[in-house]
Structure formats: C-alpha cells, structure tokens
Nanobody
Framework: QVQLVESGGGLVQAGGSLRLSCAASGRTFRTYAMGWFRQAPGKEREFVTAIDWSGGSTYNTDSVKGRFTISRDNGKNTVYLQMNSLKPEDTAVYYC?????????????????????WGQGTQVTVSS
C-alpha cells in the first residue's frame, strides 16, 4: 500500500506562483512514475503532468507547458509541482498519484487508470 500526502495549495492572484509537494510512503518510491491531476468544479479529473520513474522524462498537458514543472527527490520520497504564471482556469483540486507498475514512462503516464494510488487532494484557487 502507498500513502500520498499533498501540501502547498492555497489562494493566489493571477500571475502568481505556488509549489505543491507530495510525500510518498509505503513502497519503493524511486521505481514508480508519479503524476499530478486536477479536477475543477463540474468537470472531470484531467491529467496535468507526470514524471517517469527515473526523473529523466516529464510530460505535460498543453495548457500548462512553459508554466508548470514537475520534479522528484527520490531521497525524500517526494514529488513537486512548481506552478508559475497561474491563471484563474488553473483553479482546481490537485491530486498526486503513483503509477501502478514500476519502470513506466511515455504514453502510460497520461491516463488516470494507470495510477493505483492517490492523495487526498489540495485546493488551488487563482483569483483574477
């Protein structure tokens, strides 16, 4: 079993920045890809970004390219999401997720069904 705990959400003005953290425990963190998803009110959960097990490759949805950066610190069992130039449409609950299988990368990181463990979510609100 894996436990994921997100932190760092909050209220920020448009153009501002936030850094989300996701602390993982209960499994060999370094061998699993990690992802961030978000869900806005009345909308389905959507993929935001992911990082493969090695940390060598990252994947982003088009709407956050150039603004969001995912990274991982395997020594701390933590994955981060640095969010810059935030927009009101980024407002959502952000979820950290751990992939269900080790050593995955590429297309297998884009779908929620590929992830077996989820955090409780952290609210990000961007005011205009």
């Amino acid at each position: 079993q894996v436990q994921l705990v997100e932190s760092g959400g909050g209220l920020v003005q448009a153009g501002g920045s936030l850094r989300l953290s996701c602390a993982a425990s209960g499994r060999t963190f370094r061998t699993y890809a990690m992802g961030w998803f978000r869900q806005a009110p009345g909308k389905e959960r959507e993929f935001v970004t992911a990082i493969d097990w090695s940390g060598g490759s990252t994947y982003n949805t088009d709407s956050v390219k150039g603004r969001f950066t995912i990274s991982r610190d395997n020594g701390k069992n933590t994955v981060y999401l640095q969010m810059n130039s935030l927009k009101p449409e980024d407002t959502a609950v952000y979820y950290c997720a751990a992939h269900r299988s080790p050593y995955n990368s590429g297309i297998y990181l884009y779908t929620a069904e590929s992830y077996a463990f989820w955090g409780q979510g952290t609210q990000v609100t961007v005011s205009s």
